[in-house]
């Protein structure tokens, strides 16, 4: 910045200005500070700035599964808010194991960032306290009781309900669930689809499975092996593990949901492509991360500095892949 000031002319703190975006700068002023850095392949570098002002201007995200679209809507979220609001984002990645994450959010520390927005951490409850007591931490899709921590999450609980409850209705009886095995909210879904099944008198079925399509896969070959008669409907972990299932159901010569009526969880841009037609669970993504990224501003700014527990209402999104059960 000293090298641009002085071939600009200018003061080193008028580039600071003109680099931040400043509309304190005059046009002929900005025009030749832009001029100089270019001349010089000057490019400001975040982190220096942050050490130097001593105030970040970067937000850490953390993604739990690369590989899930309902994490990059939640991204687009926070990402829209933070540039509002004069912050970039560095995202890193855990690739849904505890280890991988701690290093992940290590990583992300090294950056120095104002605040860490952790999506469906499966990282022990102690690593999340750890990387609170270095910045501002928010979760988004995992609950926390620590009073350092704020978290946005949907009632999980509710919505797994309302995938029964609407099987229920269109006549099934027959309903089994693939959980998310460890993955966040996993619990909380499953506590939902038992619940509501003992309450229209139906026997709960639950099939150990990931958030993932090839669990999902491996999930509907063991209900093809195990089940005589086979579940007329699945209320699967996610809208990815809900592909698999479907995909899996396919190429065994079954159809959906004229054999077997499939609900998702998430309602990510994959349910509503017209080949799948998902009937899912919708989760408000793009909020969610509005959200996340408003109460970590909060708690950068000192305005706040109680717990945020936000708790969004899921609702039920019908498509093509629920129906009646066949006679």
């Keep these: 910045m000293e090298d641009v000031a002085a071939r600009a002319g200018v003061s080193r703190a008028l580039v600071s200005l003109v680099m931040r975006g400043s509309p ?3 046009q002929e002023r900005r025009e030749a500070v832009l001029r100089a850095a270019e001349e010089l392949g000057y490019s400001p570098h975040a982190v220096a700035r ?5 105030t970040s201007t970067l937000l850490g995200v953390m993604v739990s599964d690369l590989h899930n679209p309902f994490f990059a809507e939640i991204v687009d979220g926070v990402e829209a808010f933070a540039r509002s609001e004069g912050f970039e984002l560095i995202i890193n990645t855990g690739g849904r194991s505890a280890t991988r994450e701690r290093a992940a959010v290590e990583s992300l520390l090294s950056f120095r960032p104002a605040g860490l927005v952790l999506l469906g951490p499966v990282v022990p409850a102690s690593g999340i306290a750890a990387a609170a007591e270095k910045a501002p931490v ?4 995992r609950e926390s009781r620590l009073s350092s921590v704020d978290t946005v999450n949907d009632d999980g609980k509710h ?3 309302v995938a029964v409850d609407h099987l229920v209705e269109l006549g099934h009886r027959r309903i089994v669930h693939l959980d998310g095995g460890r993955g966040s909210q996993a619990a909380v879904r499953k506590r939902g689809y038992v619940a509501a099944m003992r309450k229209h008198g ?11 399509d090839s669990a999902g896969a491996k999930a509907a070959g063991q209900l093809l092996e195990r089940f005589d008669p086979l579940p007329t409907a699945i209320v699967a972990a996610n809208d990815v593990n809900a592909v698999g299932v479907i995909s899996a159901l396919d190429e065994a010569g079954l159809r959906v949901p004229h054999d077997v009526s499939v ?4 309602n990510t841009s994959l349910a509503g492509l017209a080949r799948i037609g998902l009937t899912t669970i919708d989760q408000p993504r793009r909020e969610m991360g509005r959200l996340a990224a408003e109460a970590l501003l909060q708690r950068v700014r000192g305005s706040r500095a109680e717990p945020v527990r936000h708790l ?7 498509r093509s892949t629920t ?3 066949s006679s």
């Design 50 to 54: 942050s050490l130097a002002s001593r």
């Design 24 to 26: 304190k700068v005059s």
């Design 138 to 141: 928010v979760l988004v899709a």
């Design 312 to 318: 969004l209402q899921p609702r039920l999104v019908v």
């Design 202 to 212: 139906l026997e709960p079925v639950v099939l150990s499975s990931e958030y993932t």
């Design 263 to 266: 609900v998702g969880y998430d």
């Design 323 to 325: 129906g009646s059960p």
């Design 159 to 161: 919505g797994a309900a």
